[in-house]
Structure formats: C-alpha cells, structure tokens
C-alpha cells in the first residue's frame, strides 16, 4: 500500500527543507508542496511547484477563504495527489513540528495497516456544534446534516477520499473550506474515517505560535511529541527531542518553568526575587 507524505508550505524555509531531507532519508515518498518556486532546493526529498494557472485551470482553489491568495499550496496538494498513484498521502503542514524526524518516520509507519479514508485530530457533526463559526464558508454545497466539521494541519487522505473531492471539484468548479469539505465529503459518500490519538490537544491547537519555553514545558518523554503551530524557522532548526536524556528533559522543564515564573513578576518583585537567588548562591559557597 504505497503511501505519499506531503510537506505544504508557501516557500521552503531552512528547517523545512532541513526536516524533509532527513525524513525522506529513512521514509519513502516525500514531496514538499510549494505555493512558490525557490532557489532553494532539498537534497533527498522532491519538491513540486504547480502554478496557479494550472492549478485553477483544474478548478483546484478555494481551499481557504482566510488567505486572500488562492490557490494555495493545500489546493496544489489536492490536485497533486489526484494526479498520482498513491493510494493514500499525508498532508502536514509546514508548522506542524515533529520532534524529530525519527519519530515522524515511527508515527507514519505505525499507520501503514490502517486502510481509514481520513486521519486526523478531530471530527465533528454540525449539529453538535451548530456554533463553530466556519460552517458558513460551504453554504450551498453541503446541508446541515451533511455538513461535519475537522482539523486538519497534519492529516491523511485516501485515494478513494481524493476521488470525492475530484467529483466534488467537477461538480462546483472550485474547492471550498478544506475542515469543511473534506469531512463532509466523508460522511456523504459514507467512508471511514479515524481519529489520531497521538496528537495531543495541549500540544495541538489553533493558536498562538508555541515559543521554546512553551515547547519544552509540554514535551514528555515516552510520548509522540506533534506541536501545531510553530512558525518560528530558528526553533524549529534547535529543536530535537531525540538529543536528549531523560534528566536534561526535567532540567529543561524547571529552567522554563522558572523563565516563565521570572517574567510574571513585577519589576521590584523580579529584583528582590533576583537579590535570593545571588545570597543564596554566595551562601552556599561558603
């Protein structure tokens, strides 16, 4: 059963050029999605660029109405893995941060028997949550019993769900809101779909960009570690939980935890806070 795994991004940054070369080092099939042509190129993994025009031509855009340019590189994707071989492709955006592409190869592989249509964090009906304010981006292609809901920063498609939204693309001549789409066209045409459970929600979420303090206050060891959103191209290049120990991981947790603590601190309690510290370590010096 091959399997494809996508990296979509706008233009590849170092850390995502970085993460796909290691990852297509032990991991088959990695493409990086570009929006936009680059000079930069990767080492082992493919890249693909389709233009706009063509990607339009084909009625692949729409995918998100929150970015004024469309298509983008999640529309780009669509229409490349409908042109493909590939009987089912991960979709992962280029924010989502593994903690090391070790453990992004484990977390692949540990889905190769799974034969689900749709992999990924959440999914939900509109009737249980009729306040969800996207609903509105599909009015008209999907009733409200039709319609259900996803999250879908790192998720995977199967061929079968590909064809649908192929179907879905001829029928309206344009994508629409892919958290949308996407599961609708799931419980529509009655395919199967299955929840990730590795991904977990304090790690997992919407926004804001986590910072490096914030990563290594969630991380745990002996967990598979998947943060959304991590914009930041530096600390995705500094950040590899394989490196290190289980006591280095407790270190890095206490100096966080003590960095945030500092910082809630006013700035005379900061200094008297400062003041313990320095006596403390002079007395024990003594």
């Keep these: 059963m091959s399997t494809a795994f996508f990296i979509l991004t706008s233009t590849p940054s170092r850390s995502t050029l970085k993460f796909a070369d290691e990852l297509a080092d032990i991991l088959p099939n990695v493409y990086i999605i570009s929006d936009q042509e680059s000079d930069l190129k990767p080492n082992l993994a493919r890249i693909v660029y389709i233009s706009d025009d063509e990607s339009r031509s084909h009625g692949y855009f729409g995918s998100s109405p929150f970015i004024p340019k469309t298509p983008i590189s999640w529309d780009k994707a669509l229409y ?21 592409s070790a453990s992004a190869d484990r977390f692949v592989k540990s889905y190769k028997d799974n034969t689900s249509d749709l992999l990924c964090k959440s999914f939900f009906d509109r009737k249980v949550w009729p306040e969800w304010p996207h609903w509105g981006h599909s009015e008209g292609r999907f009733s409200d019993d039709e319609s259900r809901g996803a999250f879908l920063p790192l998720c995977r498609l ?18 629409a809101l892919i958290e949308v789409m996407i599961p609708s066209l799931v419980n529509i045409n009655k395919l199967h779909y299955h929840i990730i459970s590795e991904i977990n929600y304090k790690r997992f979420r919407h926004f804001p960009s986590f910072n490096y303090e914030e990563l290594w206050n969630k991380y745990s060891l002996g967990e598979v570690n998947i943060f959304h959103p991590v914009k930041s191209d530096e600390i995705r290049l500094q950040f590899d939980g394989s490196k290190y120990s289980f006591l280095s991981v407790v270190f890095l947790k206490l100096y966080c935890t003590l960095i945030f603590f500092y910082m809630s601190l006013t700035h005379v309690t900061r200094r008297i806070f400062s003041k313990i510290l320095y006596y403390g370590i002079q007395f024990r010096g003594k």
């Design 80 to 100: 490349y893995f409908s042109l493909s071989e590939y009987e089912h492709a991960w979709f992962c955006e280029d924010d989502v941060l593994f903690e090391s």
């Design 158 to 175: 199967s061929r079968r769900l590909a064809a649908s939204v192929d179907y879905h693309v001829k029928e309206h001549r344009s994508l």
